[in-house]
């Protein structure tokens, strides 16, 4: 069975100041790791994808396997990053694959 | 850019009635899916459609649900005898391949 937990419901960090948003997940092969991002009253938007290893606003996520993390970092928060995080997992194996999220952390930065 | 619609945006029901949820997928994807989220709760898969047929399906998706693309441009959600534990919002989502396009939502209200 496939799972991804994120330990921290609420985050609270002051503007300027690094954040990490925690993922792990578990899953018994390689799976595709994701973070969505759902911003006040939008829709889920894709953030990050580990095969990709870009950043995206100023954002970043690597795929620890020995730990089964998927850890998101921005060295810097801003106020408009406040939105709701999720994380999802893609096990391999065909496209039409389902996505299983985490339970979403609600990152706010204060000014 | 193109995105994926849903409608309507909420949907109030009374117990038993039967109601269908309605998406328009990013027109040039082949597969689409649907989720939901109860209120405080995660973001659950409940099925995966490719090539006219359900490619994968949760333990959610009961004989209560059923899925439809019935141009070629809609893609539906039907729930034929709704629970009181169904209100949620129901999310579409649509990809060509890799990445999952998600719509704003349908919140439904069974009553």
């Known amino acids: 069975a496939q799972r991804v937990t994120q330990p921290e419901k609420l985050l609270s960090v002051f503007k300027g100041a690094p954040v990490e948003l925690k993922c792990n997940y578990s899953?018994?092969?390689?799976?595709?790791l994701f973070w969505y991002v759902q911003y006040s009253r939008q829709r889920l938007q894709l953030l990050l994808r580990h095969i990709s290893r870009e950043s995206i606003k100023g954002f970043t996520a690597d795929l620890n396997k020995g730990e089964t993390s998927f850890h998101l970092k921005k060295p810097f928060a801003q106020e408009e990053d406040s939105a709701m995080y999720y994380c999802?997992?893609?096990?391999?194996?065909?496209?039409?694959?389902?996505?299983?999220f985490g339970s979403g952390t609600q990152l706010t930065v204060l000014p | 850019e193109p995105e994926v619609t849903q409608t309507p945006s909420h949907q109030v029901t009374q117990m038993g009635q039967e109601v269908i949820l309605r998406c328009v997928p990013i027109s040039n994807h082949l597969y689409f899916y649907w989720y939901r989220q109860i209120l405080g709760q995660k973001v659950e898969f409940l099925v995966s459609f490719y090539n006219n047929e359900i490619s994968e399906k949760s333990e959610i998706f009961d004989d209560q649900f059923s899925v439809e693309r019935p141009d070629g441009s809609n893609f539906t959600l039907k729930i034929r005898s709704t629970k009181l534990e169904d209100s949620a919002m129901y999310f579409c989502?649509?990809?060509?391949?890799?990445?999952?396009?998600f719509g704003p939502g349908t919140r439904l209200t069974v009553l």
């Open positions: 899953y018994s092969g390689s799976p595709e």
């Open positions: 989502a649509s990809s060509a391949g890799d990445t999952q396009y």
């Open positions: 999802a997992l893609r096990g391999k194996g065909g496209s039409a694959r389902q996505l299983t």
